[in-house]
């Protein structure tokens, strides 16, 4: 049983910054692939990125960066020059196993609203 709890969402201005922070509490978190993933209203959920256990990720947008710390069982989303667009729910899911595919996520948090004005 993995608990998540994501922090850091907010209301910012286009071409701010903001850093979301995933809380796990969990026995071996440094065994655990690592997502975040993103739902805008009236989309489907997208991939923002992923880290795996040894701190290799995939980020498709070089304005984010995923990063993690093991010792304190902490998943980080840096969003930099943030548009409109990225307003949505994002959300950290923890699995076994590495995967751009949030299908392979078993472990999910509540999400926190990303809501950036122009």
């Known amino acids: 049983q993995v608990l998540l709890v994501e922090s850091g969402g907010g209301l910012v201005q286009a071409g701010g910054s903001l850093r979301l922070s995933c809380a796990a509490t969990?026995?071996?978190?440094?065994?655990?692939?690592m997502g975040w993933f993103r739902q805008a209203p009236g989309k489907e959920r997208e991939l923002v990125g992923v880290i795996s256990t040894s701190g290799g990720t995939y980020v498709p947008d070089s304005r984010f960066t995923v990063s993690r710390d093991d010792a304190k069982n902490a998943v980080y989303l840096q969003m930099n020059s943030l548009k409109p667009e990225d307003t949505a729910v994002y959300y950290c899911a923890a699995g076994p196993v590495l995967s751009r595919s949030d299908r392979q996520y078993t472990s999910w948090g509540q999400g926190t609203q990303v809501t950036v004005s122009s």
């Open positions: 969990v026995r071996a978190f440094s065994n655990l692939a």
